[in-house]
């Protein structure tokens, strides 16, 4: 069996469904499972609803759920027809009817907490699924509708919860298997799951990626294949520098470094179910689906060039942390990182210094929090508008002198945080946001002017 993942532009709208519903006919033999997210921006619209409710403004809570209900209105019935469309609409009306209830029911308390705010996020796949699925349907596919949170088990880490492998997989097996072995086409939702008691939860934005490697490990996929509106993973962000080219064959270690450094075509947490299996994923274009896409895997084909690729991850703040007297003694460094735990901020970069550590988060509004707590032990200053550049590639382990030619490359520009990770395929550094682009262009001029055949297109 197959899974396919479709995201947010790939069921955009009744013709994105459609160039779907052709996709997955063409794949019947290989016996797909069908993961979608939900339609383009929908997850934003959710998450905006919910912030409104929260905020008690239950007028533009309601008003945006009544523009959410039309789009997918219009969808279903642009794909359903007339008979099929009369049978789902009051499967919409009543799911609209709950949303409803809950954006209410938030208004009233008040407060969103992230466990509401998950309830509220999880209508976008259960909408695009059921809309799939009944699409499927009408056009005669052999589909069966799987509730994603019924099948994907979490943690109670309401907005990023982490799924429990060994029961989701026995739920897969339970719930999924017989599907296929009956012929059906299981399609359900990304990003959705549940704990152990049935309460919904959402695995971090993007996750819709994450689900697909999660089925696809626990029912033993041939492979996993993540459709998008790009032709595969690319050199460098297609909209920073449209002249970048398609990778053909990536690593998987080189896919998590890229993904991880912000190429936002895969979320990050994708890769590790299909090492654990050895599964290849490959990335492909739901509007060229002709296209050969990208293919991750164990061992790909060695590169002419030095670099694979090159990520951009923006919004990272800098937090310096300086303490002449403290830094060498013993448990200072500990402590620093006992109260990033505390905050629950994951820290991307360090360098260290005689006197001072600087480290690079993700920005986010428990910094100022985190930031007060460490000025009880040293100097602290943090400061955002930054970013990471990471040239991601097998060849740093192997070949000297790259950051000689990187950094020759960038002599007049400013680069705070310079660090070649321990996975040794990484080379990262800081430089302030605005600057991103035009370090992106040049470094991809300099790098892929010439690019290898056997590995890019
Ligand atoms: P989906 O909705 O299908 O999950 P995403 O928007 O999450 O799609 O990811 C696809 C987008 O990722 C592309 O449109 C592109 O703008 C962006 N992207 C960033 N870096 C890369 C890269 N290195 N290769 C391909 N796409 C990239
Ligand atoms: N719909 C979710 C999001 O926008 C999950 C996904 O599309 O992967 O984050
Ligand atoms: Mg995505």
């Keep these: 069996m197959i899974v396919m993942k479709f995201g947010g532009t790939s069921v955009e709208d009744a013709s994105a469904i459609r160039r779907v519903m052709q996709i997955v006919e063409g794949r019947l033999q290989q016996q797909p499972v069908v993961v979608v997210s939900a339609l383009a921006k929908v997850t934003d619209q959710l998450h905006t609803m919910a912030r409104a409710s929260g905020a008690g403004n239950r007028e533009t809570a309601t008003a945006l ?34 949303l409803n209830e809950l954006l209410r029911g938030i208004a009233a308390v008040g407060e969103l907490t992230p466990r509401s705010a998950d309830h509220v996020l999880a209508y976008g796949e259960i909408l695009s699924s059921k809309i799939v699925a009944a699409a499927f349907h009408a056009h005669k596919l052999p589909v069966t509708h799987a509730d994603s949170r019924e099948c994907i088990v979490t943690d109670q880490q309401f907005t990023r919860a ?6 989701t997989s026995s739920r897969l097996h339970k719930i999924i298997a017989p599907m296929l072995a009956a012929g059906r086409v299981p399609v359900m939702g990304g990003f959705i799951a549940a704990t152990k008691a049935g309460i919904t939860t959402t695995i971090g934005r993007g996750g819709s990626d994450f689900s697909a490697a999660i089925v696809g490990a626990g029912l ?43 190429a936002k ?100 509004e428990s910094i100022p929090a985190l930031a007060a707590e460490l000025a009880a032990l040293a100097d602290v200053k943090y400061e955002g508008r930054k970013a990471i550049i990471c040239l991601v590639g097998e060849n740093l382990r192997e070949v000297p002198g790259i950051a000689a030619h990187v950094f020759g490359e960038l002599q007049d520009i400013k680069i705070r945080m310079i660090s070649q990770g321990a996975s040794e395929i990484n080379l990262s550094f800081v430089v302030e946001e605005e600057h991103v682009p035009e370090i992106v262009q040049r470094l991809h001029r300099k790098f892929f002017s010439d690019p290898d055949p056997d590995v890019f297109a």
């Design 220 to 262: 033993g996929a041939e492979r996993i294949e993540i459709w998008t509106d790009v032709d595969g993973m690319m050199t460098t962000d297609p909209n920073l520098c449209p002249d970048a080219h398609r990778i053909k064959n990536i690593s998987f270690d080189e896919a998590a470094e890229l993904a991880y450094f912000g």
């Design 162 to 167: 982490t799924p429990l492998l060994e029961e």
């Design 65 to 98: 759920a009544r523009r959410l209900q039309e789009r997918h209105t219009q969808v279903a019935a642009a794909l359903l027809g007339q008979p099929a469309f009369e049978e789902f609409h009051p499967v919409l009306d009543e799911i609209f009817q709950n």
């Design 265 to 364: 075509v895969l979320h990050p947490a994708t890769v590790l179910p299909a090492i654990q299996k050895n599964i290849p994923v490959y990335v492909l274009n739901s509007r060229n689906p002709n296209c050969e896409g990208t293919r991750i895997s164990a061992r790909p084909a060695k590169s002419r060039n030095f670099l694979k690729a090159i990520a951009a991850k923006k919004r990272i703040t800098i937090i310096d942390i300086a303490s002449p007297r403290m830094l060498l003694a013993h448990g200072f460094l500990k402590a620093i990182f006992d109260a990033f735990d505390r905050h629950r901020i994951a820290v991307d970069v360090v360098s260290t210094s005689e006197v001072s550590v600087s480290l690079t988060v993700d920005s986010n």
